[in-house]
């Protein structure tokens, strides 16, 4: 629930026409304690201000000259993406009250008015419209983290797939090919086994920040298991545009890494598949890639290796190191 202090730190607009019920309504919040409110006597203003602040409150009079009350709610209803339209209607005309809840607004005050009724209403209102707030932001936390790894922070599995759908038809409408590379460490186990699994997961964290730091921003870079990634390159034409790539991850990953003062050294290898020459939906694709993957591992690790089956596809390239993947510590 939204504390006393968030409630009056809520964020108002007054809307009203007429100057002296403007003053009466910032009088009657400032001595409730409001410490947000502002105010507006220009209906066709509301929606800019809306838009640029989002209110939490908006008490709008019905009854103006050029834009009503109804007007105001139907343009606030095209910003309110979520349809919560934080509207409190102020208005004289009884027959105005329910055709104001059907306009969207959440409820209504009557004029004259009625100091308890204000209040309460007031108070109502922010408070549900701050627990929807929260709600929504809970929400979009928790989609967050059904999306990416907890440990890195990248994308996991799931939204890897639609990235590379994506990615796929970006591919078909623009007449491109993707590469899909799936990176496994060589040697990780044996961090965890040494140094323990602090340390693994320091590792883990260090190479997703270097994958990520050495691709291009529209690349999407996953962690899909244990000590595997999957890196995605789109607006690909053939496989020469993913060896350089590829090489140039396997010289990062390759680089020392320092953790609690131990410089610990490991390296990776990397499948490669195209589409649409190895693979043409996301999950052949994936499976390709771990194909190949599997290859470079047999060829001796610390390499990549390209899907067979395509126009352009070559036998397991060698990479540029011949590092060896093992755990060293520093003296
Ligand atoms: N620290 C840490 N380790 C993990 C995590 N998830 C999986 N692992 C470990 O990662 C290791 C992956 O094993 P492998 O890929 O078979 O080991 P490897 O030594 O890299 O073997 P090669 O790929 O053949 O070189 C296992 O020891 C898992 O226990 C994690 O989140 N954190």
């Not at 209504?108 to 100091?115: E, G, M, N």
């Not at 470079?296 to 060698?318: D, F, H, I, L, V």
């Amino acid at each position: 629930m939204p504390s006393p202090d968030e409630i009056l730190n809520a964020k108002i607009l007054v809307v009203d026409d007429c100057a002296d019920n403007v003053d009466l309504m910032l009088e009657i919040l400032r001595e409730a304690g409001y410490a947000n409110v502002t105010a507006t006597m220009l209906p066709d203003q509301v929606c800019a201000l809306h838009r640029q602040h989002n209110y939490d409150l908006i008490l709008l009079d019905l009854q103006m000259p050029g834009l009503n009350g109804f007007q105001v709610m139907k343009g606030l209803k095209e910003i309110e993406q979520e349809g919560y339209l934080p509207v409190l209607a102020l208005t004289a005309q009884p027959s105005f009250k329910i055709a104001a809840l059907k306009a969207g607004a959440r409820d209504f005050i009557s004029k004259p008015f009625d100091l308890l009724e204000v209040h309460k209403r007031i108070h109502n209102m922010l408070e549900v419209r701050l627990l929807y707030k929260e709600l929504a932001q809970y929400s979009r936390k928790q989609q967050e983290l059904a999306l990416h790894d907890p440990l890195t922070g990248l994308p996991n599995r799931r939204l890897l797939e639609d990235r590379i759908e994506t990615t796929v038809q970006h591919a078909v409408r623009h007449q491109r090919k993707a590469a899909v590379m799936y990176l496994d460490l060589d040697g990780f186990k044996g961090i965890n086994d040494t140094h323990g699994h602090a340390y693994g997961d320091e590792i883990l964290k260090q190479v997703a920040q270097r994958l990520v730091g050495s691709s291009r921003k529209e690349d999407t870079v996953a962690r899909v298991g244990g000590d595997e990634f999957v890196i995605v390159l789109g607006d690909v034409n053939g496989l020469n545009d993913a060896r350089e790539p590829a090489s140039k991850l396997i010289e990062v990953v390759s680089e020392p890494y320092l953790v609690n003062g131990l410089t610990l050294r490991l390296s990776t290898s990397i499948g490669i598949a195209l589409f649409p020459d190895n693979a043409d939906s996301v999950s052949e694709l994936i499976h390709a890639a771990d194909n190949a993957l599997y290859d470079a591992k047999r060829s001796g690790k610390n390499r990549y290796c390209a899907a067979p089956g395509g126009p352009s596809s070559s036998a397991p390239a060698p990479a540029p190191l011949s590092l060896k993947s093992v755990a060293t510590t520093a003296a």
